[in-house]
């Protein structure tokens, strides 16, 4: 079970963007997944969901492998997974209420439950998820132009949420988020996979929250897998870019950086 | 034409032929998104009368003021200008404007719309959502392109119609009977009939290629800018092409 890379890869036209990737994360667990802009982080994401297709190799959801099925054969693979997007990706013509409660209409949802929700039932849900990420309902009936980028982005949590997905998929999730409610979705990521055993795979520039939500990490480098590990071996990594990572994480925290204005 | 940019546009004109084909299937996937249909309709059909109103209406001035002033000029007579501005209004200038104002309109907001869906990863988001984007965003968007060119060809060939007879009654001295008489000669329902189904055809295409290329549109807002751009081009094309085609097709028939 779980979610599984064997040999992928994929190139852009003339760029390689994976090389010969191969990783597992295990069913709750959470996996974070390091590297410069550009190393192909989104694309793994993507290729976990059938978005993307691999050049070469396979990539398994469970027991399915996704990289051979069609459009109609994956919805009931994505179904199980929730992906939290880089931009926002709300649809703009439909308000905050309706981008939260749409995975709760759609067929494939419906087809998974013994009876339709009612009414009162998805207001409860979309409410409380809407919480999750430290948002009232004063929002419900708000267009997603209406709200700032951050708000924007929590709803997109929401949304992704409402459906209880096994699967969590984040792409940058705490970019343009303030430092509260970037503990906040942390601490969410964490709870989800400790309390209902949700796997997430969460793709980020920061460190700081890797070391502190990650069960593993994984660095990924010009289309490679630099490494992977836990936390502590992550923390003992002689490779250049994790320690140029570590050593950023650290500068935040020192006396001479937290006096700089003095 | 170089190597590269053939190869982009046989792939272009591949991906339209496959989301058009697509597209038709739904067809049989039901329930019809009908609230977003008629939504749709009354955008692109209401949405459009003032625009196509003035243009059809200019055009159908000046055309029928242009062949009278030749008719007269070459031939000394204006007898036969209601047939003949009557026939090239319905088979040609009632159809084609709205058919090209369409394009540069709806085509162009439709692309617009898409690409940045497709940029800010609305669509993906609808595809994890278990949501077709060809149906939810594609088929509608087609039925009410379908509905509105056809009746906005009817509505404009009625207008340019009555501005040729303005002209026709006022310059050059033609009571209306008179004109529509001399129409009848020129013009049979047949004609009306081409004209519905090349309204049709041309609002097949429009969604068709402007949903196309915003599916394929790459990049931020530069991306957007050029897939609309390449969009209402590509479209402009196809509606001169077909327009040549099917009035082949309706002249030998």
Redesign the interface.
Known sequence: MGIRFNCVCKRFGPKIILNDVSFEVSDGEILFILGKSGAGKSVTLKHIVGVLKPDSGSVFVGDTNVSILSDEALTAVRRQCGMVFQHPALLDSLTVYQNVSFGLRTPQYLASLERPLTENEIQKIVIEKLSLVNLGSDVLDKMPSALSYGMQKRVSLARTLAPSPRYLLFDEPTTGLDPITTNAVNDLIFELSRKLNVTSIVVSHDMQCALKTADRILVLDQAKILTIGSVSEIKQSNEKLVKDFLEETLALFLPSSIGGHG | MNQPVLAEQIHRVASTSSLFRKTLLKFADSPWRWKEIFASTSQMGVGSLPIITLSTAFSGLVVTNEIAWHMDKVLHTVDMMPGFTGQFILRELGIVIPALLLVSKVGASTTAEIS??KV???I?????????PIKYLVFPRLIASIISTAALTIYSVAITLACAIAVATFRYHFSVAEYLNALRHFVTFADLFYALIKGAVFGTVIPIISCSYGFECKGGAEGVGNATTNAVVASTIAVIFLDFALTLLFTYL
């Open positions: 940045t869906m800010t990863e609305q993906d988001a609808l595809k994890l959502l278990g949501i077709d």
